[in-house]
């Protein structure tokens, strides 16, 4: 059983920042991409952004310049970097792999941003 353990969601204020994390397995993490989706209230889940085995990354438009995917090899741990965050960012943020040993879904972490 994959598991995505995720962490860092929280109620956080505009204009200020939340470091999302997700942990998995090491063969999960080397050979998937890895990817942060969000789902706010009565809105379809959407890509937030996603990392590759290799390194390439790829940003929704909406949040450019704000938030920063990145990934730790040696702790098997993928981040999210959220800054100047909105009352828009709120919702549940998901992590996700998938990729040649499959597709899976995190629990999703809560992300609520007050005005």
């Known amino acids: 059983q994959v598991q995505l353990r995720e962490s860092g969601g929280g109620l956080v204020q505009a204009g200020r920042s939340l470091r999302l994390s997700c942990a998995t397995s090491g063969d999960i993490f080397r050979l998937n991409t890895m990817a942060w989706y969000r789902q706010a209230p009565g809105q379809e889940r959407e890509l937030v952004a996603g990392i590759t085995r290799v390194g390439k990354i790829n940003y929704a438009d909406f949040v450019k310049g704000r938030f920063t995917i990145s990934r730790d090899n040696a702790k098997n741990t993928v981040y999210l970097q959220m800054n100047s965050l909105t009352p828009e960012d709120t919702g549940v943020y998901y992590c996700?792999?998938?990729?040649?040993?499959?597709?899976?879904w995190g629990q999703g972490t809560q992300v609520t941003v007050s005005s």
């Open positions: 996700q792999t998938y990729g040649t040993l499959g597709n899976y």
